[in-house]
């Protein structure tokens, strides 16, 4: 798979029955986006929902490109952080939306990472019963994964995004230039999704990773532009066929993330693990586990653990949570396994392989091999 030279922003089409909607990816979209989103109004208001980090950074340009557009726009700012997706937060939120005297015609414009999105998003599904909006996503992983597909949501004291609403935004502009100024960390950690999609059926795209994910890495903007690219077009065609995971389909988007999801729930959602950090080395594991099991070639599953650490992910549990080495313990990583939402009546739903692209949904994974599995994780 080549990369083209260009760097122009492309779209992609999210086809969904009376609900289908562009995502707009390159340089420079910020700038453009009241020119790109004026057609698509009901009414030329907007109301912008920032965090503390990104509005003071692409804020004013953002504004800037709607006045010009001859778009009426507000903003609020939340504190940056998953803590805005609390309830308290989104209350307060909705309260300083309805300040500002919206209509059902006023769209809302979500302008940051995933927890802008989730928050804006759901925010607008309940909004006076529902008013239209806009994403403009700033971090990796709200370009190739929360911001596509319409789950919106907050958390509560059970757990996260355990309220929300499907709600498809009307348009989602990713601006490449945008990741310049996104901590490392967090640029990787969204990379680990964008390596999913490889992993999940794209084995070709795999390949393109492994060969160019450190110039993506490091600020290529044709190849970041491509990534961005091809992340969206997998997530899109796996939820225009299956909008409302369904099936097992819409599940797969899910690799890396039940073995994710526990090395996240052990370490308190923290700083010490970041999400894309967890789901790298969640895939690690998985491909491991599907190893073991004699489904998958060792060889891929080699493949898949040096190149998520070749681009600096952490996929050994000992690497980790910082300085203070963590006891991990596999029985207590399988409870919290347990407690995932998707643990179907109590069966662990885990995403396996056949190899690298070759992805299925497994719920007959024996409690054996699996904290065998963990065991050595731990000790490797
Ligand atoms: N809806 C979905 O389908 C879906 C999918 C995956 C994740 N999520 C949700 O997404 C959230 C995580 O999203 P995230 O990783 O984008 O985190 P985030 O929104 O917290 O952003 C990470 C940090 O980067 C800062 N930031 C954002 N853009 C920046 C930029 N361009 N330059 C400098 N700093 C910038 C933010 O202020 C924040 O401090 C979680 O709440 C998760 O539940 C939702
Ligand atoms: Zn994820």
Redesign the pocket.
Known sequence: MSTPASTKASTIRVDLAGRGYDIAIGPGLIDRAGELSRPLLAAPRVIVVS????AP??GARLAASFDKAGVRTTSITVP???SS?EFGAFGRLMNELLDRRPDRKTTLVAL???????LA?FAAAVLLRGVDFIQV??????QV?????????I?TRHG??LV?AFYQPRLVLADTD??????KR?LL??YA?VAKYGLIDMPEFFAWCEKNGAAVLSGDAAKRTYAIEQSCLAKARIVAADERETTDLRALLNLGHTFGHALEAETGFGPDL???EAVGAGMAMAFDLSARLGLCPADDALRVRRHLGAVGLPVRLRSIGGDNRRQWDANRLIDHMRGDKKAEGGKLAFILTRGIGKTFVSREVDERTLRGLLDDAIAA
Do not use: I
């Open positions: 965090d503390q980090t990104v950074l692409y940056a952080g998953e997706k940051g990472g995933g927890v802008v999105g989730d998003g996503p700033t971090t990796l992983l709200a994964d929360s911001s596509v597909g319409g789950k919106t949501g958390n996260k995004n929300g945008v990741l310049d100024t996104l901590p967090e950690a969204g999704e970041l999400h894309g």
